[in-house]
């Protein structure tokens, strides 16, 4: 499912325009965003989590020479679903 089929069906289900469901979607999006930049997590009950996840520095190797290389630490956001949505996927 593309974005523009999401705001379709956000619309359809929620009887507001195509052009309001947009801004709705966009604006969940960047709220989103926003809380995982400063270091906030954002929680739907019975939904899921999403948080963002220290990576600590590892070794790789360079697939074209084979050379062993550091690859840097870094921040990577996460989703833990939730059991209401576990139960319904399954």
């Known amino acids: 499912m593309t974005k523009s089929d999401f705001v379709d069906r ?5 009887g507001l325009s195509k052009k309001d469901a947009g801004a709705a979607v966009d604006a969940v999006i960047s709220t989103i965003e926003g ?14 989590k999403f948080h963002v996840a220290n990576r600590g520095a ?7 020479t084979g ?24």
């Open 10 to 14: 956000v619309a359809s289900e929620s």
């Open 67 to 90: 050379e062993s290389m550091t690859i840097a630490a870094s921040k990577v956001p996460r989703f833990t679903a939730g059991s209401g949505l576990k139960k319904a996927v399954k």
């Open 35 to 48: 809380a995982l930049k400063s270091g906030e997590e954002v929680s739907f009950t019975g939904f899921g």
């Open 58 to 64: 590892r070794e790789g190797r360079n697939p074209r």
